[in-house]
């Protein structure tokens, strides 16, 4: 009787024991699983706000070389910048990227590193894509009350050189190639008797030359003949890019710093 009596109490002990298991087993995994939840719900609203609050693409696209008179130069004055935040695109745009110190006229070179890093310490959630070159220049001019007198001698000056400049030239060339024999040559031929002087060759010569230059270089004041830019304006724009690559490859081998603060 003793020995069955102590399997029932071991019996009920033993089941005491598994339920008590199952409990404490029951416990230990649903706080576990509350765990997980939280922390499920913790990363998915993260990632949620960061995806709404984070992250601002801002596309700067830089001018080469800009011209100002003022010291404060700001990210709107050398470059175009847009965001599809409004705020974001206007708070980047005053952005001020340099201060110049000095009161003379100087061109300085930066790079579009120098613009992501003022535009990142001005909003970490920015990201900058650059569209334009990757080194501009800036070119300072203090402001000063414009010289009308100085600027019409200057150019009357240039109109008087160029005018004396390309006579002698297609003087000279006549010259070398004796077009006065050539035009007499064929005015005997045509005619049949020596010219006494000066012929409608020469005349005609002189309009046509005239009128050929004026049509090559394509600048007859608003009647141009087409829209494409003239000689003068192709070659005055590569002599600015020369010029500006030779400024910015100037500066990289110097490497001279200036202060962007």
């Given at each position: 009787m003793k020995s069955g009596k102590y399997k029932?109490?071991?019996?009920?002990?033993?089941?005491?024991?598994?339920?008590?298991?199952?409990?404490?087993?029951?416990?230990?995994?649903?706080s576990q699983r509350q765990r997980i939840r939280e922390r499920g719900s913790d990363g998915l609203y993260s990632k949620m706000s960061g995806g709404m609050n984070?992250?601002?693409?801002?596309?700067?696209k830089l001018d080469e070389i800009t011209e100002l008179t003022h010291k404060d130069i700001l990210l709107k004055d050398v470059a175009q910048v847009y965001c599809r935040d409004q705020n974001i695109q206007n708070k980047c745009s005053v952005c001020r990227i340099m201060t110049v110190r000095s009161d003379e006229a100087h061109r300085y070179v930066m790079s579009a590193l120098d613009v992501t890093k003022k535009l990142e310490a001005l909003d970490p959630g920015i990201e900058v894509e650059h569209m334009g070159k990757t080194d501009f220049i800036i070119a300072y001019k203090p402001a000063a009350p414009p010289a009308y007198g100085r600027q019409w001698c200057k150019t009357a000056c240039i109109c008087l050189i160029s005018f004396f400049g390309a006579a002698f030239a297609i003087m000279t060339f006549n010259n070398d190639v004796s077009v006065t024999s050539v035009f007499h040559e064929i005015y005997r031929l045509v005619m049949g008797y020596e010219a006494a002087g000066f012929t409608v060759l020469e005349a005609s010569y002189c309009v046509g030359l005239s009128l050929g230059i004026m049509v090559f270089f394509n600048h007859i004041s608003a009647g141009k003949v087409n829209t494409d830019p003239t000689p003068l304006e192709v070659e005055m724009r590569l002599y600015e890019e020369n010029i500006s690559k030779t400024l910015i490859d100037n500066a990289q081998r110097k490497e001279k710093k200036i202060d962007i603060s």
């Open positions: 029932w109490i071991i019996g009920i002990l033993a089941a005491a024991a598994i339920l008590l298991g199952v409990f404490a087993w029951y416990a230990v995994w649903g984070m992250t601002h693409t801002v596309y700067v």
